[in-house]
């Protein structure tokens, strides 16, 4: 293990031998960090916080501090971080809430730019990438393949679905199904994320079907019921609309629309 002289790091830590950390980073009792690791200088890792394998901590980042909730009285809830994220500068990453599932929890190969900030519970998929400054507040669920824009800002308890793009400076209030493209403050829905699932190999036969279904939700004047109807219909002849259909039927926040 490679630790600067000046860091701080908790004899009761469990650290993988071949983790490197910088000068003035701290590192809490409770934390466990995996290997090929590395923490930079002032970073701060504390909590009930489990690092996977090969994950990059920049500079300021703030990683494991209690939530910011008044309802939270230090209980002993958990963040965990699985492999190979990129965790740019200042950004900031709080515990769950015994209100909650008590964790907060991020997937693989995601990629924070500086001044994230992902709140209490918050659940993020994997192979995201959060532009600079974009926030999520407390609960948030996020699908795999997200890509939020800078300083966006998803509402709590909200749920943005797999693939979707979001532009930056959006004011996320409601519900985003997979596969859109949302942006504005209010948010507005202005077409399939297309461009993001030719570059994830999505066959063209499938875009257009989503594409379809993207008209039918938001273009054909039909009430959501008669939308999430003819959507469950045409899922027979692709499968990829059943996560946008079970998206639909869950969502208790209202769809962005």
Same mark, same amino acid.
Not at 14 to 25: L, N, Q, S
């Given at each position: 293990m490679k630790v600067h002289s000046t860091a701080? @790091?908790?004899?009761?830590?469990?650290?993988?031998?071949?983790?490197?950390?910088?000068?003035? &980073? @701290? @590192?809490?009792?409770? @934390?466990?960090i995996g290997a090929e690791c590395s923490l930079g200088a002032h970073a701060v890792v504390t909590g009930h916080t489990r690092l996977g394998r090969g994950n990059r901590i920049f500079p300021f980042a703030s990683i494991g501090q209690p939530p910011q909730d008044k309802k939270h009285r230090g209980e002993p809830t958990r963040l965990e971080i699985g492999d190979d994220n990129t965790i740019r500068e200042f950004c900031t990453f709080n515990c769950g809430t015994v209100q909650d599932a008590g964790v907060t929890r991020v997937g693989d190969d995601n990629w924070f730019m500086a001044y994230v900030h992902l709140a209490h519970d918050c659940q993020v998929g994997s192979h995201t990438v959060f532009a600079n400054g974009a926030t999520l507040g407390g609960h948030v669920h996020i699908g795999d393949y997200v890509i939020l824009g800078g300083f966006t800002a998803v509402h709590q308890f909200g749920r943005i679905g797999a693939h979707s793009f979001i532009g930056g400076g959006t004011m996320v209030w409601?519900?985003?199904?997979?596969?859109?493209?949302?942006?504005?403050?209010?948010?507005?829905?202005?077409?399939?994320? &297309?461009?993001?699932?030719?570059?994830?190999?999505?066959?063209?036969?499938?875009?257009?079907?989503?594409?379809?279904?993207?008209?039918?939700?938001?273009?054909?004047?039909?009430?959501? +019921? +008669?939308?999430k109807e003819a959507l469950a219909r045409q899922a027979n002849e692709c499968p990829e609309l059943m996560i946008m259909v079970d998206f639909l039927s869950s969502s208790t926040r209202g769809i962005v629309r």
């Open positions: 701080i @790091v908790d004899p009761r830590a469990r650290i993988a031998p071949d983790v490197e950390i910088g000068p003035y &980073a @701290v @590192v809490g009792p409770d @934390v466990e409601h519900d985003v199904p997979p596969y859109m493209t949302i942006s504005g403050n209010p948010a507005k829905a202005y077409g399939l994320n &297309a461009e993001g699932l030719r570059r994830r190999g999505f066959a063209a036969s499938t875009i257009t079907r989503l594409s379809r279904a993207y008209k039918t939700l938001y273009r054909s004047g039909m009430t959501l +019921e +008669e939308a």
